[in-house]
């Protein structure tokens, strides 16, 4: 993972495009097509130059994540997809964001940061304490959990390797579930146990 910004945005139409610096993160080797998460949205390359990218949003993605509110200079997270032979250090993140979750508290504690953070309603049943949760591309381990609220902490790495660092009530982020209670929770419902 690294953090690039929004070089430019362009409207077209209920589409828009963002064009993303890649800041440290080399482009050799990706492709146009090529799948790429900013801040957790797994996004299609639709344009390509050495250390820039450019990628298509459609409706769907402007009004289910936090995307649409992106301006030049705005820093994200950006990580490429792992090749089906790379190592899976963590969780199975998928870049399609379930919904977009809210700050309600964030403080320092020692170097790290502890936020409350509030999911959607709808999704508050796929989390659970010491399952794991993405937030902005980056996957957390789930502190406590209170109705829709649940606690995170951000330990130094992640606070300066993330655009999570600056934590604040108020943020909004890209809310990722856990992949496998996704799937469970259908399976029950598909098999009426639910």
Known sequence: MAVGSVAAVRESGDARRLEISTGSLSTGGWRTGDSVAVSGVCLTIADIAEGRFAAELSGETLARTTLGSLAPGSAVNLEPALPAAGALGGHLVTGHVDGVATVRDAREEGGSISAEVEAPAALSRFIAEKGSVTLDGVSL?????????????????????????????????????????????RLLEARGLR
């Open 141 to 185: 381990t789930v502190g406590r959990v209170a109705g829709a609220r649940f606690g995170i902490t951000l330990v130094p790495h992640t606070r300066t390797a993330t655009t999570l660092g600056a934590l604040a009530a108020g943020r909004r982020l890209n809310l990722e579930v856990d992949l496998v209670a996704r799937y469970l929770d």
